[in-house]
């Protein structure tokens, strides 16, 4: 199992530019996650999932979009990339029984000039 | 709203001193807790969870969590550090009923010589 795959790892954006991240899962798990990682501020949820057609927003969504088209993958869309969009993201998945363990991929450092 | 503390950003040790990484929680209810480490350039790996069973955890690596309802703590402890610990660790907390995770900022251990 290659468990939640990340590409790309590494990107640069221009202003207003736009991308999509892409996250897939092998582990058959119903839910699935959006985070940010910014330097001493932790990871902050950005969108998730607890099914393909079913999304959510978390705490930080302004600036994503995001859709579940399948079980396996839940990419993120970013439409008019900003510089506070720099950030490193990264996708999880578990799954549906409470307390269960998420599991992450290896991220995607964004960087938007 | 849940939220977690960590206390102290940066946490120096000695090879083979204790190592201490404090997490407190808010919670309305007791939630399920969690620690992760963070190696560089990875995504998170989970280390040991708390779901309401015993209430002193052992994870990978040695590590071991203490749930203390009384002082809302969650703290990470391993007797004796090693180089290979050397990473960010960070607490999350999600609450019953539900799976997304609230992550505390983190704490990066230092490991000397």
């Known amino acids: 199992n290659a468990g939640v795959t990340q590409t790309p790892k590494f990107r640069i954006l221009k202003i207003g530019q736009s991308m999509t991240l892409q996250c897939a899962q092998d582990m058959n798990h119903n839910y699935m996650y959006w985070y940010r990682q910014d330097p001493g501020m932790g990871l902050k949820l950005i969108y998730y999932?607890?099914?393909?057609?079913?999304?959510d927003k978390g705490e930080v969504p302004n600036g994503y979009n995001v859709s579940r088209s399948t079980t396996e993958d839940f990419p993120l869309r970013l439409e008019l990339a900003a510089p506070s969009q720099t950030s490193v993201y990264f996708c999880?998945?578990?799954?549906?029984?409470?307390?269960?363990?998420?599991?992450f991929g290896p991220g995607t450092r964004l960087l938007v000039l | 709203a849940q939220s977690v503390t960590q206390l102290g950003s940066h946490v120096s040790v000695s090879e083979g001193a204790l190592v201490l990484l404090r997490c407190n929680y808010s919670s309305s209810v007791p939630p399920y807790l969690f620690w992760y480490v963070q190696y560089p350039n990875q995504g998170l790996q989970l280390l040991l969870k708390y779901t309401s069973a015993a209430t002193l955890v052992k994870g990978i690596n040695g590590f071991e969590a203490e749930f203390k309802k009384s002082e809302t703590s969650f703290h990470l402890t391993k007797p004796s550090a090693h180089m290979s610990d050397a990473a960010e660790y960070f607490c999350?907390?999600?609450?019953?009923?539900?799976?997304?995770?609230?992550f505390g900022t983190g704490t990066q251990l230092k490991v000397e010589l």
């Open positions: 999350a907390v999600s609450e019953r009923g539900g799976n997304k995770l609230t």
């Open positions: 999880a998945s578990s799954g549906q029984l409470d307390g269960e363990t998420q599991y």
């Open positions: 999932s607890v099914g393909a057609g079913i999304t």
